[in-house]
């Protein structure tokens, strides 16, 4: 079962936050990040093991709550790189399974 | 260090025909996984090898796709015959253990016309 992920796209000028949700109907074991630009291959991110726990990656942080079986993808300061697809990557067993990912388009 | 390379990088064939995709993992990552993304869909998963021995093939679609590992080395992806909806992004990761971060390659577009 794939995760779901909210929202399916965002659009924001330089400089605005903003929040990429990732929830799952099973029980997560773990939860992958990744980044696509158009044509490229997907980039890691980060990777979150353990509930509650939180990582961060420059101005983009995570966190995974196992209980409510989700994650969150914080993006502080957006800047125009970070335009490209999002998707996350949840583990009941240990391969990841990708939602349909979150398209985030950055403005100057 | 290289990455993961995927050939060919687009592939345009006709109903009925056979393709082979190839993928080469980061050298020393015993993992490595096909995945498959149709337009405005999610990255499906399709299969996992360890070394040669194919781990978990629960995403493969059907019995024409068949996936080789030889020597734990290098990967193909054979799709025999192709149908129309096997058009997509067919994606090659490879990963140290199975709990690490995926590396992928850039993908083989792939249209059945």
């Known amino acids: 079962q794939q995760p779901v992920q909210s929202p399916q796209a965002v659009i924001l000028r330089e400089g605005e936050d903003a929040v990429i949700n990732c929830s799952s109907s099973?029980?997560?074991?773990?939860v992958h990040w990744y980044r696509q630009k158009h044509g490229e291959a997907p980039v890691f991110l980060m990777i979150?093991?353990?509930?509650?726990e939180q990582k961060g990656h420059e101005k983009i942080s995570a966190s995974f709550n196992e209980k409510k079986q989700q994650s969150s993808l914080y993006l502080t300061a957006s800047q125009l790189s970070y335009s490209g697809t999002y998707f996350c990557?949840?583990?009941?067993?240990?391969?990841?399974?990708f939602g349909r990912g979150t398209s985030l388009i950055v403005h100057p | 260090e290289a990455g993961v390379t995927q050939f060919p990088s687009h592939s345009v064939i006709e109903k009925g025909q056979t393709v082979t995709l190839r993928c080469d993992p980061i050298?020393?990552?015993?993992?490595l996984y096909w995945y498959r993304r149709v337009m405005g869909k999610e990255i499906k998963f399709l299969l996992h090898?360890?070394?040669?021995?194919?781990?978990?093939e629960s995403g493969m679609p059907n019995n024409r796709f068949l996936a080789e590992r030889t020597g734990g080395t290098y990967s193909t992806l054979k799709v025999q015959p192709a149908e129309l909806e096997d058009s997509g992004v067919y994606f090659c990761?490879?990963?140290?253990?199975?709990?690490?971060?995926?590396?992928f390659g850039n993908g083989t577009r792939l249209t059945v016309t």
């Open positions: 990761a490879s990963s140290l253990g199975v709990s690490s971060p995926l590396h």
């Open positions: 990557g949840t583990g009941g067993s240990y391969i990841p399974t």
């Open positions: 979150l093991l353990k509930g509650g």
């Open positions: 050298s020393g990552h015993d993992n």
């Open positions: 099973k029980a997560l074991y773990s």
């Open positions: 090898f360890v070394k040669e021995s194919k781990q978990d």
